[in-house]
């Protein structure tokens, strides 16, 4: 199949529009800024109530809908939807160079909406009909891998043809290759990937490198100049990972561990608090000395900020993904997965990678990305070399059980 070279822009063009989207402060991410953490969930009525026990997997809708009525080839078109600021666009903000280059090469038409802001908000928009086997109006979705994980455990996507996905199978990275929530991506590729690091301001810190879990909770010299993310799988993973459990394969009594291991931490006032997207700026003014952050707010707060540091644990680090999925019944099954296989051709990939500032999946897509911006392909939070991509654990899947009750203690833990 042929490699597409998509209109490039180029790296000034890249940074005007990254800086004009973030008001000139390089802080306001779409991850980091819009992410949603179980703790919402709760808020919004149980995990258990949204996804009961599942379905057994001979029994997935998913499975059975692939084999219905594929509308792609008499209608070439997709409907996509994404979340805000994940997509590249041109320097006038009047195009999406890669959306278009696709449509341009295949006349197939994308229907694009940035209709995503919370994981749990856009569940509860499309769960009616997936529950009542219905077409939801929409082809590809992105969602985080937790929400991922509950749609394929409830048969709610459809399982990919991997005949329409050369790109995809051959260059996805090993690092993404098998969640426990879907071995060898029979229903799912990744968008990007989501590394949680730990951040320190230098000046803060008196020069000192801040790179462990147990410098920051037990440090007096960062006492109240600490921060935590409310994200349950990050601040609990990473320190799961301190204590040398594998968040992958932990157990009741770790989780309750790690637990108590941060309350101590609230107890005497060690972490001053925990935190959205809002540790940006208390960070790059030095109020917070080190914390528990997402990569992509590091990538761009360095832009305006060189005292901004990032340090990977040696313990490892907490890696989780925006994944790209076909919802049961979808009417353009296959030209969804052309689009998405058109994601991972290399140069295509660069550009994406080049604008949105994560972890980028695809193996092998450095030459490229170093065509654009050198600095950008050298930065191991966006391509991660061998030693960091071998640090890196996702937190493993839980029952609708644990879910509810892990996600109730830990919104004790931080007060929501």
Known sequence: MEQYEPERLSAPQLAAMRRSLTNGRGALTRRSLLRASGTGALALGGLGALSACGIPPAQREGDAAAASDDHSAAEKQINFSNWTE???VSEDEKSRPTLDAF????????????????????FGKIKPQL??????????????????????RLGWAQKLDHANLPHAFANLSPQFRTPDWDPGRAYS?????????????????????????????????LKGKVSFLSEMRDSVGMTLLDMGKDPGSFTDADYDAAIGRLQKG????????????????????????????????????????????????SAGYITS????????????????????????????????????????????????????????????????????????????????????????????????
């Open 86 to 88: 994940y997509m590249d």
């Open 103 to 122: 449509t341009k090469r295949t006349g197939i038409k994308v229907k694009y909406t940035e209709d995503i802001n919370d994981n749990v908000e856009f």
């Open 131 to 152: 529950a009542a086997g219905q077409d939801t109006g929409r082809d590809l979705i992105i969602v985080t891998d937790w929400l991922a994980a509950r749609i394929i």
């Open 189 to 221: 590729y990744p968008w990007t990937g989501i590394p949680t690091v730990i951040a320190y301001n230098e000046k803060a810190t008196g020069g000192r490198k801040v790179d462990s879990i147990t410098q920051l909770l037990d440090d007096p010299k």
């Open 266 to 313: 609230v107890d005497k006032k060690q972490i001053r608090r925990f935190t959205g997207n809002d540790y940006t700026a208390d960070l790059s003014k030095g109020d917070i000395a080190a914390c528990v952050a997402w990569a992509g707010d590091i990538i761009q707060l360095q832009a305006d900020n060189p005292d901004i540091k990032f340090a990977i644990p």
């Open 321 to 416: 993904s925006d994944n790209m999925l076909v919802p049961a019944k979808a009417r353009h099954k296959t030209n969804a997965e052309k689009l998405m296989d058109y994601y991972y051709e290399l140069p295509v990939a660069a550009q994406l990678a080049a604008y949105i500032n994560y972890v980028c999946p695809v193996d092998g897509v450095g030459t490229e990305l170093a065509k654009i911006d050198a600095s950008m392909a050298s930065n191991t939070l966006i391509l991660p070399d061998r030693a960091m991509a071998a640090k890196s654990r996702a937190f493993r899947s839980l029952s609708s059980e644990e879910e509810t009750a892990y996600e109730e203690k830990f919104a004790k833990l931080i007060g929501a």
